[in-house]
């Protein structure tokens, strides 16, 4: 099975702070890479999917890159509603997995 | 509306039975690939079952293999989980959820249904 790791497990940040959060496969994914996120008592929503293609109606602020095994997700200028737990996933083989999360908190 | 409902969620005893059912609209149902995920109270995310748009293959995560069973009706737009032997370590949150279509991963989910096992 692939594993996904992903760093830091908790993210204080301040509104209007860029953030990054990076997720490492154990093998190379060929960019099947996803990344979600997800509030209290609601489900996972998908931001970006293959690397770097923003899902319709997520905001630019959000931006993905990286290959290989090392992959990263940006927020630009962090808002209010951007408070959330946040999930990579790889879908180039079954089974799925998802890297362990990473909460954004309010600092 | 697009969207995909579960239900059948609850408490059980352990070694119980249980079955979930997503039922999806707005959208044909017929083409899609599908997936259960769940989570754990506090945990992660952790992908269960895929079921391709047929029925005739279906992909069971390691510690639901010989336990769980995915099956689908594309006449009645629903997707099904059955549940069997039931673990304490099955308690969650279950989603069913869209794809992959490619490019994209899972960009549907439903708004999940819990299963409780405990005696």
């Known amino acids: 099975d692939i594993q996904m790791t992903q760093s830091p497990s908790t993210l204080s940040a301040s509104v209007g702070d860029r953030v990054s959060i990076t997720c490492r496969a154990s093998q190379t994914i060929s960019g099947w890479l996803a990344w979600y996120q997800q509030k209290p008592g609601k489900a996972p929503k998908l931001l970006i999917y293959?690397?770097?293609s923003l899902e319709s109606g997520v905001p630019s602020r959000f931006s993905g890159s990286g290959s290989g095994t090392e992959f990263t997700l940006t927020i630009s200028s962090l808002q209010p509603d951007d408070f959330a737990t946040y999930y990579c996933?790889?879908?180039?083989?079954?089974?799925?997995?998802f890297g362990g999360g990473t909460k954004v908190e309010i600092k | 509306e697009v969207q995909l409902v579960e239900s059948g969620g609850g408490l059980v005893q352990p070694g119980g039975s249980l079955r979930l059912s997503c039922a999806a609209s707005?959208?044909?149902?017929?083409?899609?690939?599908m997936n259960w995920v769940r989570q754990a109270p506090g945990k992660g995310l952790e992908w269960v079952s895929y079921i391709s748009s047929s029925g005739s293959t279906i992909y069971y995560a390691d510690s639901v293999k010989g336990r769980f069973t995915s099956s689908r009706d594309n006449a009645k737009n629903s997707l099904y989980l059955q549940m069997n032997s039931l673990r304490a370590e099955d308690t969650a949150v279950y989603y069913c959820?869209?794809?992959?279509?490619?490019?994209?991963?899972?960009?549907?989910w439903g708004q999940g249904t819990t299963v409780t096992v405990s005696s």
């Open positions: 996933q790889q879908y180039n083989t079954y089974p799925l997995t």
């Open positions: 293959k690397v770097s």
């Open positions: 707005g959208f044909t149902f017929s083409t899609y690939e």
């Open positions: 959820a869209r794809g992959p279509v490619v490019p994209q991963s899972m960009d549907l």
